[in-house]
């Protein structure tokens, strides 16, 4: 079995209004087939075919007193050897309905999926912010909610 679990232990990536963010600079857990994972670029490459599960947790958070977040898309992306990334899955939050002064400071996105991978294909966790400041990031840890930020991908098959 192929099995990664790997958390942040820093804030980074900070977001910009309408640009993709990815998920670096990770601590791994577990790492099966050594070598798989970049922590610095957050890229996972299968080292086999098959059927994995892709679980994100994506912690964003905004230290400023008054944040005003509007949405957040999450994405897992992939990349087929030779390829380019393209989103495969995505979690979505949206501030828009109602009152757009509701402050918001944090929140946990958890995009998930599964996917067929041949050896060589490679996977990545991204983020996307609209907001009325800059101030977002992605964050490690949310108040006493520590590894806040986490990826675990494992073959099923």
Request: charged content about 10%.
């Amino acid at each position: 079995k192929v099995h990664l679990a790997a958390y942040k232990t820093a804030n980074s990536n900070n977001l910009t209004n309408f640009q993709f963010a990815d998920v670096v600079n990770y601590t791994t857990q577990i790492e099966t087939n050594v070598g798989s994972f970049n922590t610095g670029t957050g890229v996972f490459t299968a080292p086999r075919a098959g059927i994995y599960r892709i679980e994100g947790n994506i912690a964003i958070n905004d230290p400023a007193s008054n944040p005003y977040l509007i949405t957040v898309d999450t994405y897992i992306q992939k990349r087929p050897a030779g390829g380019s990334f393209a989103i495969e899955a995505t979690s979505y939050f949206n501030n828009e309905v109602g009152n757009l002064n509701t402050i918001v400071q944090a929140l946990t996105m958890k995009p998930s999926c599964m996917l067929s991978l041949n050896a060589g294909d490679q996977i990545k966790l991204s983020a996307q912010v609209r907001v009325i400041n800059n101030f977002w990031y992605i964050a490690h840890n949310l108040g006493s909610f520590t590894r806040a930020t986490t990826l675990n991908i494992y073959s099923i098959d």
